[in-house]
């Protein structure tokens, strides 16, 4: 039964009738890796190209409640604009912007990562925002890890996007890099409110590192 279930797919993909979904993702993707790289040239393709995938992903598990795509490079330093909204529908730019990292992932650049309790440090992988709160840093966002030993522990560690003094890009000028978290991918507190209700509610927040293990067993981006 079997071969002529795949007899009848491959006929059936070949007239056009069925359309090969994978195929169509990639043809996605790549458009939209065009259209939004115009429009933040400063962003690495490949690590877009990553960030994509991953929301991608995520829609198709049912997981994408919002057509908006944060894009977090860890590669670069905390001096530069490493943060990256996208309104992917609409293929626009929504935000370029400072975001911190963990206070045990490194000084300016960050190359420790974790998903335990306590670490202190950023984590890596695709999340889901979730709903928000106030706390003691005001406004704060909720975030759900999506991958299993990478980052599925934030909740709990209660990793949050939520604004801080030391992300304003005034300090960042006067130190020369932006202050650290715990853990929290935190940016400034004069953009918190908007950026968050912005990202809020189910949208995709990708953070990225080009660490080997994470890329080679991602079940978000890895091939």
Avoid at 192 to 213: E, M, Q, R
């Amino acid at each position: 039964m079997q071969p002529l279930l795949n007899i009848i797919t491959a006929a059936l993909l070949s007239s056009g009738i069925m359309t090969d979904t994978a195929t169509v993702n990639n043809g996605n993707i790549n458009e939209e890796l065009q259209h939004l790289s115009q429009k933040a040239p400063a962003l690495n393709k490949n690590v877009l190209k990553l960030a994509l995938t991953a929301y991608h992903t995520a829609s198709e598990k049912g997981n994408v409640k919002k057509p908006v795509l944060t894009v977090i490079d860890y590669s670069l330093p905390s001096s530069k604009q490493r943060m990256w909204i996208f309104d992917v529908r609409k293929e626009k730019l929504l935000y370029n912007t400072y975001v911190a990292h963990g206070r045990n992932s490194g000084a300016d650049t960050p190359n420790h990562f974790s998903n335990a309790s306590n670490s202190k440090a950023t984590s890596l992988g695709t999340f889901i925002t979730k709903d928000t709160y106030f706390g003691s840093k005001g406004l704060s966002l909720n975030l759900q890890g999506m991958e299993h030993g990478f980052n599925d522990n934030a909740y709990n560690r209660r990793v949050v996007v939520h604004g801080a003094w030391y992300v304003e890009p005034e300090f960042i000028k006067s130190s020369g890099r932006a202050g650290r978290s715990w853990g929290c991918p935190s940016i400034a507190q004069t953009i918190a409110k908007p950026v968050i209700n912005t990202i809020k509610g189910g949208s995709v927040l990708f953070a990225y590192y080009p660490d080997h293990y994470y890329l080679s067993h991602s079940g978000y981006v890895a091939a």
